[in-house]
């Protein structure tokens, strides 16, 4: 393999970097993980697409890679901020079940999301397992960061330098959505911990020198990231949403715990590198829980759609520009994918019968590409230029085995059979479809092109769409 450098964008500097991690050899990364109160939307899916995507890069460059990706089971309120409801609490009080019980099912819910989208196995910790060490984390911040006020302990942004450097807060407007508690010495200070109210009782719940209640959301993962990554771990990622309060916030303790200086030195951050992929975004409002029946990818599933079809579409963008989605786009994004699982198809095929040949597959495109931080697009466009070029098929097999490595795609297991998901709502068998086409092929045949129009409206009423002429040979779609 060729030894470009990999380069890398850093939210924190603004800037792309070259990664020299900290522990020769390794990789450590940390990504915020879901809070399971509910079902993740596919805007939610795509964070984990990029984390994995970069896991991948690592461990293709050689890198021994520790992946740690949270789960929120206590902690995250209805705001981002410090106003609002528990999110377990709620959700439990709405199903009536215990907050415990709603975690556990929503988190096996989400590492099913996950292994259908060929995502590699990270460690998921809980919240909930570390919440003694973020009392003892609170206890060593809390003289000289924090003060109390009747609803917990509050961290004092004001005793670190350079706080909300991450959301440029100063000018980009970075704190408009933090809410007013009554007593905060400054609009942008957090709660450590939130103390039950008089009176109340939650499901999750400790003791703790401030009273009895449950940690801020931000302390989860600077706990979590320092007792199994060490400080400074090499790169956290999430969302461009936890760009602008829950990384600051994140920053701020770390800073604290860590007794360091500014931010002009990213490793006082807690990660030397801090990278956000961007938002998915879909026109209709159906990327919110709060909309009822939002996008999931189980809903992907149910209309027909392979899981690895949306991966395809994340990684057709780069990671830090919006994706919109849009039912035609996935239809895109499985044709697409369906062309590469029948070039390597075509490909197998021809490997026996071929004598053995000497082409030099360089590796140098694939790797140039993806040391571009990341460049998912120009790795897929390579890959099927390969499945298109001339020469041994083994050779080429294995070129496009290595941009798999890189996409996760499964293309050397997937089969056509595979990606073609009956539709939920579908009440047509696939033994009447075939029987309805093989009398339209026998009336085109015949020239008898009404009956063949007829059938093909027959076949529309019942939402299976018929492909005249269609190049990869894939007569129907339901």
């Known amino acids: 393999m060729t030894d470009t450098p990999l380069k890398l964008f850093n939210s924190l500097t603004r800037s792309i970097e070259v990664f020299e991690p900290v522990h020769p050899g390794e990789a450590r990364v940390y990504t915020c993980g879901p809070t399971v109160y509910n079902y993740q939307h596919i805007g939610n899916m795509r964070a984990y697409v990029f984390a994995d995507t970069l896991g991948r890069v690592l ?117 408009g959505r933090i809410e007013s508690v009554e007593g905060k010495r400054n609009a942008a200070d957090f709660a450590i911990w939130r103390k039950t109210p008089a009176g109340e009782t939650r499901q999750m719940e400790w003791d703790s020198p401030w009273g009895r209640g ?38 701020a303790q770390n800073q604290a715990y860590c007794c360091t200086n500014g931010l002009d030195d990213p490793r006082n951050s807690g990660a030397k590198i801090w990278m956000h992929n961007n938002f998915l975004v879909e026109r209709s409002g159906k990327m919110s829980k709060s909309s009822g029946e939002f996008l999931r990818l189980q809903l992907l599933v149910d209309k027909g759609y392979h899981p690895l079809a949306y991966r395809l579409m994340c990684l057709q963008a780069h990671y830090r520009s919006e994706l919109e989605f849009s039912w035609e786009g996935l239809g895109a994004a499985l044709t697409r994918l369906k062309r590469m699982v029948m070039g390597i198809e075509r490909l197998k095929q021809r490997v026996d019968a071929e004598p053995a040949g000497k082409a030099d597959m360089s590796l140098y495109q694939i790797d140039e590409a993806i040391s571009d931080d990341l460049n998912t697009a120009r790795v897929l466009v390579i890959a099927e230029s390969i499945s298109a070029e001339k020469g041994y098929a083994g050779d080429r097999l294995n070129a496009i085995a290595e941009c798999d490595k890189l996409l996760g795609l499964n293309l050397f297991d997937l089969t056509r059979a595979d990606l073609r998901i009956r539709p939920k709502a579908a009440t047509i068998t696939e033994a009447e479809i075939e029987a309805a086409l093989a009398r339209r092929k026998e009336a085109r045949a015949a020239k008898d092109f009404a009956t063949s129009d007829a059938i093909r409206d027959e076949l529309a009423a019942q939402c299976v769409e018929v492909m005249d002429g ?9």
């Not at 990554?229 to 916030?249: A, K, M, S, Y």
Request: charged residues 30%; negative net charge.
């Open 59 to 175: 461990q293709w460059k050689g890198y021994s890679l520790t992946h740690v990706v949270n789960i929120t089971d206590v902690g995250h309120l209805t705001s981002d901020a410090d106003e609002g409801e528990d999110k377990m609490e709620r959700m439990a009080a709405r199903e009536g079940k215990s907050a415990w019980d709603i975690a556990r099912f929503y988190q096996e819910d989400f590492e099913r999301d996950l292994a259908r989208l060929n995502v590699q196995p990270k460690q998921h910790p809980r919240a909930t397992e570390y919440v003694e060490a973020m009392i003892d984390w609170g206890k060593s911040i809390a003289d000289k960061h924090c003060y109390e006020l009747e609803s917990g302990l509050y961290f004092d942004v004001s005793t670190v330098a350079d706080y909300g450097r991450l959301a440029r807060a100063v000018t980009e407007d970075g704190e």
């Open 214 to 251: 449950a940690p801020g959301w931000h302390l989860e993962c600077s706990v979590m990231g320092e007792a199994l990554l060490g400080f400074p771990f090499d790169i956290h990622t999430g969302g461009i949403d936890h760009r602008e309060i829950h990384h600051p916030n994140e920053i």
């Open 470 to 478: 269609d190049p990869l040979g894939w007569e129907w779609k339901l």
